[in-house]
């Protein structure tokens, strides 16, 4: 299992994807399969999450500059 990076608030990934994250979510709870924007919202969603993962359990110390 991967380590918790406990330094992930000093990076601009982690911050960046929890507003993207936070900004697109409500959207993409409230589903309204005709409107493409559902889609889209669902999509930075997930890349949002991903990328708040990715930092937190996988970026290296070292690549904080």
């Known amino acids: ?3 918790v990076n406990k ?6 990934d982690f911050w960046v994807c929890l507003i993207v994250f936070v900004t697109s979510v409500s959207a993409a709870v409230h589903v309204d399969l005709d409107s493409v924007n559902w889609y889209v919202e ?3 969603s997930l ?3 991903a990328g708040m993962v990715y930092t937190l359990f996988f970026k290296k110390r ?3 500059k």
């Open 1 to 3: 299992m991967a380590k």
């Open 7 to 12: 330094k992930f608030y000093l990076s601009l």
């Open 42 to 44: 669902t999509v930075f």
């Open 47 to 49: 890349l949002g999450l």
């Open 62 to 64: 070292s690549d904080y």
